[in-house]
Each structure stands twice: as C-alpha cells, then as structure tokens.
C-alpha cells in the first residue's frame, strides 16, 4: 500500500522507521475512545460557539456512523 507522501518522496523508508511510525493497529483498538473524545471535544466546539448547532449535528452524525462500522 503507497503511504499519503509516496508522491513527495523518493527514497525508501527505513524499516525501523516504518515500524514506530505504524499505528493502525492501536488505532483500531482505540477508536472506541476516539470516537467518545471527538464527541466529547464537538460538544465543547458547540457549547462555546465554534460551531453552530446545524455543524455540530451533522459531525456527531458522522462520528457515531463510523463508531457504527467499527
């Protein structure tokens, strides 16, 4: 699989530096928690008025949508 900066870089990466940079693995474990920050976090966004109401529903939409495919 081509890693997002395959286009900006030609060399091949170390594969020590492949490794501590990894992290799907651990995300997957932790997207439950994630997914309860973000929300978390979008109430405080809405709360304070960063975001509109009409914003902030449409993004906890979302997160519970991916919490729903995980």
Do not use: C
């Not at 091949?12 to 940079?21: R, W």
């Not at 799907?24 to 997914?35: N, Q, V």
Request: proline residues 1%; charged residues 25%.
């Amino acid at each position: 699989m081509n890693k997002l900066w395959s286009g900006r870089f030609t060399k091949v990466t170390e594969s020590e530096v492949d490794a501590f940079t990894a992290s799907i693995s651990f995300d997957r474990k932790l997207i439950g928690e994630d997914i309860l920050g973000s929300l978390a976090h979008l109430s405080m966004l809405g709360h304070v008025g960063i975001l509109g109401l009409p914003e902030v529903q449409v993004i906890r939409k979302g997160l519970l949508d991916v919490a729903d495919r995980f």
